[in-house]
């Protein structure tokens, strides 16, 4: 789905309104919401539960980041290795986004959020389309927090879509090989509209990227953080900021 780029000003940004002790914002935070099963297994309840509560959560965490004026929120919903779970499970997890945008899109609209989405979206059943379509267009002119959902994406897939893009242009003999640069490969991806990430959180106490935003991540700050999705809260979100603003960012330079 084609965006039209967002018109980002200065990297860092002082917000006094919210917290003293935070100077420096990023602008775009990217989350990988895990932890929803095992939320719901130390509870004793099914893992459908944990993803309920996982979604209410979101809601949650976007008034956050809203509060802090952040620019983007990009949340890691569903990926292209979930269709492996159990049918029961996935097809709970595909009526989400309905449940999720029936009770809370108003409010987003009232908060200015406007919701996009990467991924791909042709692949998706007809009814979670047909909610994330009316999202993003009741959202589409509002100016505030962008609101980024990941459904059914991979990075190495949306790599194999940009090297099949490219090919077709080099095989019509629109570009040239040596034309090929990373500017080129951004203007290809989903993200091509949005800065890359500068904060990565993600939640449950696993270390890796489990296939997110493989290229865009090359120079985000990542933290890491035990809490289950369902049970982080705005005291962690705030923790990973104090840690964005001590980092360095020196992108391979010296500082």
């Known amino acids: 789905m084609a965006f039209k780029k967002w018109p980002f000003m200065n990297k860092n940004k002082t917000i006094e309104e919210k917290d003293d002790k935070i100077k420096i914002i990023p602008d775009h935070v990217a989350i990988i919401m895990d932890g929803n099963g095992r939320w719901a297994r130390q509870r004793g309840l099914p ?57 809370y899109l108003p409010d987003l609209i009232e908060e200015n959020v406007r919701v996009q989405m990467i991924g791909h979206f042709e692949q998706l059943p007809s009814h979670t389309k047909k909610a994330v379509r009316r999202a993003i267009d009741q959202t589409k002119h509002n100016t505030g927090l962008i609101l980024n959902i990941a459904m059914n994406y991979g990075g190495r897939s949306e790599m194999v879509e940009v090297v099949k893009s490219i090919a077709e242009d080099i095989r019509q003999n629109q570009i040239d090989v040596d034309q090929i640069d990373e500017s080129l490969i951004n203007d290809r991806l989903f993200t091509s509209h949005l800065p890359d990430p500068d904060l990565l ?29 369902p049970s982080f809260s705005e005291r962690e979100f705030r923790e990973a900021l104090l840690a964005y603003q001590q980092r360095k960012r020196r992108y391979g330079a010296l500082s």
Request: no cysteine.
């Open 47 to 103: 893992r459908i539960a944990g993803h309920k509560q996982g979604m209410d959560n979101v809601k949650r965490i976007v008034e956050v980041a809203n509060s802090y004026q952040i620019k983007v929120l990009t949340m890691y919903a569903f990926s292209t290795e979930n269709w492996k779970r159990p049918e029961k499970e996935v097809n709970y997890l595909m009526k989400l986004p309905n449940d999720f945008l029936n009770v």
């Open 201 to 229: 959180i993600r939640t449950s106490g696993e270390i890796r990227l489990s296939n997110f935003l493989l290229w865009q991540l090359a120079y985000t700050e990542f933290w890491f953080t035990e809490a289950y999705w």
